[in-house]
């Protein structure tokens, strides 16, 4: 099986002087649930090259099982350092699609035209496409076959507007998701703040919050596996 995993290239939290990124544990357990189910596992981004951390999920508040192993795997980190550029994947080469959150992904993969065309051409050849907290965006400009939002009618999560506040930037990201996802046409539900929460829409699968990664990934993987 082989796994596209999309990471943000984009490290400016909006006007702030703070940096952004992708969240580590989103990406790290994740990929360790791939790995561990011996997948072949692509990592690209829409720059190439390294793809930014989020400083933040790098505390020693935020550590797991998984990032404490990445942070021990330094073929792990060779592969993240070195990302293709989303400008030169074919859809056709791979079998399923995630997309690692952090707040980078609401300033470039939302409007990504490379992002975009990929999700659209593996969702409607049936192939698993998810997305965990603030992941979700690179939906919003998604279209389906029949030209209506990919997300409308669809039950999806993300990452919610209670839990954006709690983290105080509610007045600094571009767009608040779950608002997003809602005026999309989405059947947006959601859990209680940092509780795991998922929803696995046919072959769209979203989690709500970091809490939720290893579930998505593994409902990833179930996905494929009852094709």
Known sequence: MKILMVLTSHDQLGDTSQKTGFWLEEFASPYYVFKDALADITLASPLGGKPPID?????????????????????????????????????????????????????????????????????????????????????????AVNGSSLVKGKSVTGFSNSEEEAVQLTDIVP???ENE?????????????????????????????PASSESVA???????AAK
């Open 218 to 224: 593994k409902a990833l993987l179930a996905y494929k």
């Open 175 to 177: 767009f608040l998701l």
């Open 55 to 143: 400083p933040k999920s790098e505390a020693a508040d935020f550590q797991t099982e998984a990032t404490q192993r990445f942070n021990k795997d330094t073929a792990g980190q060779e592969l993240l350092a070195n990302t293709l550029k989303l400008s030169d994947i074919v859809a056709e080469d791979y079998d399923a699609l995630f997309y690692p959150g952090g707040h980078g992904p609401l300033w470039d993969l939302v409007d990504d035209v490379d992002s975009i065309a990929l999700i659209e051409t593996m969702y409607a050849s049936r192939k698993a496409v998810a997305a965990v907290c603030h992941a979700p965006s690179v939906l919003l400009k998604a279209k």
């Open 181 to 209: 996802l809602i005026a999309k046409g989405a059947n947006y539900s959601k859990s209680d703040d940092w509780q795991p929460y998922i929803i696995a829409d046919g072959h769209l699968i979203t989690g709500q919050n």
